[in-house]
Nanobody, 126 residues
Framework: QVQLVESGGGLVQAGGSLRLSCAAS????????MGWFRQAPGKEREFVAT???????????RYADSVKGRFTISRDNAKNAVYLRMNSLKPEDTAVYYC????????????????WGQGTQVTVSS
């Protein structure tokens, strides 16, 4: 059974940094698209970043405009893990952050992802 477990969320001041982790189990995820999404109170879940397999050991990263230059997605296939490094955090980054996996390696939008974690809360104070 596929399982995704996020960790690393917390309370941080504006301008600070956090590193989210997603531990995956149940499948080999090296050829999956792996993504991060977030959902703020009263808002829809939105795309943050994704890493898709481009063949061999090459992966392509894509980011939402709102986090480009501040967030970095990475993966460690040996550990079946995906990370989201978040720098220069802003109050508007406050949300529950979700890790997701797309076995078809498309990763274009929320609906492509078959597996989801339970989420980890990130709160950025001003």
């Amino acid at each position: 059974q596929v399982q995704l477990v996020e960790s690393g969320g917390g309370l941080v001041q504006a301008g600070g940094s956090l590193r989210l982790s997603c531990a995956a189990s149940g499948r080999t995820f090296s050829t999956f698209a792996m993504g991060w999404f977030r959902q703020a109170p009263g808002k829809e879940r939105e795309f943050v970043a994704t890493t898709t397999w481009s063949g061999g050991s090459t992966y392509y990263a894509r980011y939402a405009d709102s986090v480009k230059g501040r967030f970095t997605i990475s993966r460690d296939n040996a550990k079946n893990a995906v990370y989201l490094r978040m720098n220069s955090l802003k109050p508007e980054d406050t949300a529950v952050y979700y890790c997701a996996a797309d076995p078809q390696n498309v990763g274009s939008w929320l609906g492509d992802y078959d597996y989801w974690g339970q989420g980890t809360q990130v709160t950025v104070s001003s």
